[in-house]
């Protein structure tokens, strides 16, 4: 081989590995399959007890259960000790949590950067000495892009006049110091931040303020169309994503929008079983999570909010509607 093409070979070889690490592509990459729940937070998860859904997060096949955690000024979970037994019972059958965490805010009238950052990074440091060793990877809130959108549906969330200015730096030096914090004292912490539909400058911003995280948690409902082949102009726009900001891409949220409240079962299982299939064939993602475990029928005065299920009640008994099938499916195919 002469010496001209030993160097094109070398440089075609660093290029493939480089992209492959870029991307999450190699082969040894463990893909993400999780299921959102709110096992502390919600009165629909009362009806069922631990060890249902511990039953069917095993019967499902899923590695990941992601559930919002709210945590006070101490760092301790609410009802702590369910959710110690909790991240017991999930460790003993090899699920891994995903908490979206969601910090007391702060009370100090007037906060500068200074204090806002200290009083969140012993938050965080406080948060995994008491639960650090049961966690790999966390989000810090859930959809806080949305916290900073101006209030005009003209806005797509890709240019700075799209969000309020005066809101970002306080969200910004909460999420250093909470990251900052957690990350001193478990450095192998893997931290996503979510977001929804196009809102990339939200992205522009972490990166600004320096948030040291790894994961883009992208929440995707049908409404927004296919996440693989977005409506013009926005396109197949996950490998310009990772490439840009050299993060993982998981989806931590997906389903119909407002579940099952204004489609049918088949439409839904339709949705989301063609959506896997594009999905499971896009390199850039890394993990897929569906929303949610259960119906939440006691939500009556948040209607939209209640036919996310998985499953639902019906005399007692829980009642797997037809995408419970489908994904389960994906999952044994796809591990």
């Given at each position: 081989m002469n010496k001209l093409l030993s160097v094109r070979v070398f440089v075609s070889c660093f290029l493939l590995v480089f992209s492959s690490n870029l991307y999450g592509q190699g082969d040894d990459q463990h893909f993400a399959w999780g299921v959102n729940g709110h096992p502390l937070t919600q009165e629909a998860y009362k009806y069922?007890?631990?060890?249902?859904?511990?039953?069917?997060?095993?019967?499902?096949?899923?590695?990941?259960?992601?559930?919002?955690?709210?945590?006070?000024?101490?760092?301790?979970?609410?009802?702590?000790?369910?959710?110690?037994?909790?991240l017991r019972r999930l460790r003993s059958v090899g699920i891994k949590p995903m908490l979206a965490i969601f910090p007391s805010g702060s009370k100090k009238p007037n906060p500068d950067s200074a204090s806002v950052y200290s009083e969140y990074f012993t938050l965080g440091r406080k948060f995994m000495k008491l639960y650090g060793s049961d966690l790999e990877v966390v989000?810090?809130?859930?959809e806080w892009d949305l916290k900073l959108m101006k209030k005009d549906p003209k806005n797509d969330g890709?240019?700075?006049?799209?969000?309020?200015?005066?809101?970002?730096?306080?969200?910004?030096?909460?999420?250093?110091?909470?990251?900052d914090g957690?990350?001193?004292?478990?450095?192998?912490?893997?931290?996503?931040?979510?977001?929804?539909?196009?809102?990339?400058?939200?992205?522009?911003?972490?990166k600004q303020y320096r948030i040291n995280y790894d994961i883009i948690g992208y929440h995707w409902y049908s409404n927004m169309g296919n996440i693989t082949n977005v409506v013009a102009p926005y396109g197949d726009f996950l490998p310009k994503i990772a490439e840009r900001y050299g993060k993982?891409?998981?989806?931590?949220?997906?389903?119909?929008?407002r579940g099952n409240r204004r489609t049918s079962f088949a439409k839904q299982n339709e949705y989301v079983e063609s959506s896997l299939a594009d999905i499971t064939k896009h390199k850039v993602i890394k993990g897929f999570f569906i929303y949610e475990l259960f119906d939440q029928p006691a939500?009556?005065?948040?209607?939209?909010?209640?036919?996310?299920?998985?499953?639902?009640?019906?005399?007692?008994?829980?009642?797997?509607?037809?995408?419970?099938?489908?994904?389960?499916?994906?999952?044994?195919?796809h591990k």
């Open positions: 069922s007890t631990m060890n249902e859904q511990i039953r069917i997060l095993r019967d499902l096949g899923v590695n990941y259960y992601r559930i919002d955690v709210p945590i006070n000024g101490e760092g301790k979970a609410r009802n702590a000790p369910y959710f110690q037994e909790l989000e810090v809130g859930n890709r240019k700075a006049s799209h969000y309020q200015s005066d809101l970002i730096a306080k969200q910004m030096w909460l999420l250093q110091g909470m990251v957690m990350k001193k004292e478990k450095p192998s912490l893997k931290v996503s931040m979510s977001l929804t539909w196009v809102h990339w400058y939200y992205l522009d911003i972490l993982e891409v998981w989806i931590t949220e997906f389903n119909t929008y939500l009556s005065r948040y209607p939209d909010e209640m036919s996310y299920g998985l499953l639902y009640l019906k005399d007692g008994v829980y009642q797997k509607k037809p995408i419970y099938h489908t994904f389960k499916e994906f999952i044994n195919t």
